[in-house]
């Protein structure tokens, strides 16, 4: 009997996307897609231009970036073609974002728990105390000791760590089609990290598509599926993690691996 493969269904598509900021570019006809229930991985140096893809694909670029070329597509809607507030709503919902640096993401005035509550009441219809057990049970999967105390916490109030976990909570409560995670666990240390891996592992599992950008290889080769290799803005390599890390044939992922090993 033949036994189909299922199709690879790309929920992301980013297209030919080119970036400058006062005439310098910053990403060149970068290319690749995010295929639904996967994680890929966006690898590169830093400086690469990781976040400034993240921020693209989110609607965030700060004014002084322009893109000159290209299109992202998620689910087959080119998001340029949303308005700010479509958008807005398309954070949290279908798209989140694990941000690099959570203190800046947070904002310094309100609780940890009212932040994640914002989510919950721009996208679901859950009440106030359906809203309130759904944000202690996210704050404890992200393995935040005493979520009642950590809800009533304001960002500056937890460690770096914890301020982490508390913004993959934030990212996932809505159930998002999308995770974009931008080194999630480098405030973290080790056992911390396996486990918030074990996480992002189940999060696949629950049917959320990650887009794991990271430095570390380790990470990379235990958790994701795809990877996207950049250097200096543009793709250089793109792939399954196996075939990547096996045979890895452009310059700059072959010194990668053996900086690695
Ligand atoms: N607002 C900005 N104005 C000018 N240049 C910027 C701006 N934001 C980013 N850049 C430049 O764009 C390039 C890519 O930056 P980006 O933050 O995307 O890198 P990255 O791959 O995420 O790096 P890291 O691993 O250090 O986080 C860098 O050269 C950076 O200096
Ligand atoms: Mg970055």
Request: proline share 5%.
């Amino acid at each position: 009997m033949t036994r189909f493969k299922r199709p690879m269904k790309p929920l992301l598509e980013v297209n030919d996307l080119t970036i400058q900021v006062n005439q310098q570019l910053l990403l060149h006809n970068v290319s690749f897609k995010v295929v639904q229930g996967r994680i890929t991985a966006l690898v590169g140096g830093s400086g690469s231009g990781k976040t400034t893809i993240a921020s693209a694909i989110l609607g965030l670029l700060p004014p002084a970036l322009e893109v000159t070329r290209g299109q992202i597509l998620f689910e087959h809607k080119n998001l340029s073609l949303l308005n700010k507030e479509q958008m807005r709503l398309m954070r949290g919902s279908s798209i989140a974002m694990v941000f690099q640096e959570p203190l800046g993401a947070f904002n310094p005035l309100m609780t940890i728990g009212q932040q994640i509550d914002e989510v919950l009441e721009i996208h679901t219809k859950l009440h106030k105390d359906q809203r309130w057990h759904k944000i202690l049970d996210v704050l404890s999967r992200v393995e935040l000791p005493n979520p009642a105390e950590v809800y009533h916490r304001y960002p500056h109030q937890l460690s770096g760590g914890q301020r982490q976990r508390a913004m993959i909570a934030q990212a996932v409560v809505a159930h998002p089609k999308l995770i974009i995670a931008d080194e999630p666990t480098s405030n973290l240390d080790v056992i911390l990290q396996a486990r918030i891996m074990d996480l992002f592992r189940r999060f696949k599992r629950e049917g959320m598509t990650i887009l794991l950008i990271s430095h570390d290889l380790g990470m990379v080769s235990h958790l994701a599926d795809d990877v996207v290799i950049l250097d200096k803005g543009q793709v250089v390599e793109e792939g399954s993690v196996n075939a990547v890390m096996k045979h890895p044939k452009h310059t700059y992922t072959q010194r990668l691996m053996e900086a690695f090993q």
